[in-house]
């Protein structure tokens, strides 16, 4: 059982510049969501998703985009890298009610 | 603003001592309450957690106390130990909207031998 398996686990991107963030989890939990975590500042939603094909905005979502098309994947999008978005992300999971599974996060770092 | 505030944001203990962590919230639809722990580079792990209909709960060295009229909540170690060395989080969550998670700010817990 991998439980929420994240990649890459480090990018480096130039501003400017696109990619995705890759989140799959294997315990068929409804609700996925991503956060970013900066020193001093706990761990900020992103995303969220409350099933496939749905999803909603979170504290921070400005320049980034999310789609669920599955259970299990639930990929972020970042559309115009900025260095402010240097940060450490995390992919979390969760059944109604219950604790949030979180993957090893992705250190992206933008110069 | 911050849904769920920490405190402290460092702590320093002797090893075989009691760490307290401190967290207060304001939103009363919050109906869960867990405590993650995180070492360097890894992501953030369930350590306990607490529904409101309860005021204390035991796991091992780790209580959660739980005070629902003074919306706060507390996380103790007991013997704590060079391991328990982390960064702890507090959070809450209402399942009503969508099982969002906020979170404090974190605490850096150091156990000296």
């Known amino acids: 059982n991998a439980g929420v398996t994240q990649t890459p686990k480090f990018q480096v991107l130039k501003t400017g510049q696109s990619m995705t963030l890759q989140c799959a989890q294997d315990m068929n939990h409804e609700y996925m969501s991503w956060y970013r975590q900066d020193p001093g500042m706990g761990l900020r939603l992103i995303h969220y998703s409350v099933g496939a094909g749905i999803t909603d905005q979170g504290e921070v979502p400005n320049g980034y985009n999310v789609s669920r098309s599955t259970t299990e994947d639930f990929p972020l999008r970042l559309l115009s890298a900025a260095p402010s978005q240097t940060s450490v992300y995390f992919c979390?999971?969760?059944?109604?009610?219950?604790?949030?599974?979180f993957g090893q996060g992705t250190r992206l770092t933008v110069v | 603003q911050q849904q769920v505030k920490q405190s402290p944001q460092s702590l320093i203990v002797q090893k075989g001592g009691i760490s307290i962590i401190n967290c207060a919230y304001e939103?009363?639809?919050?109906?869960?309450f867990p405590w993650y722990q995180q070492f360097p580079g890894k992501g953030p792990a369930l350590l306990i957690a607490i529904r409101p209909d309860v005021s204390e709960k035991k796991e091992g060295r780790f209580t959660i106390s739980f005070n629902k009229s003074a919306k706060q909540f507390s996380l103790h170690i007991m013997d704590s130990q060079p391991g328990d060395s982390a960064t702890y989080f507090c959070a809450a969550s209402i399942k009503e909207s969508g099982n969002q998670f906020y979170f404090g700010t974190g605490t850096s817990l150091t156990v000296i031998p």
């Open positions: 939103n009363t639809a919050f109906d869960y």
């Open positions: 979390a999971s969760s059944y109604l009610g219950g604790a949030a599974f």
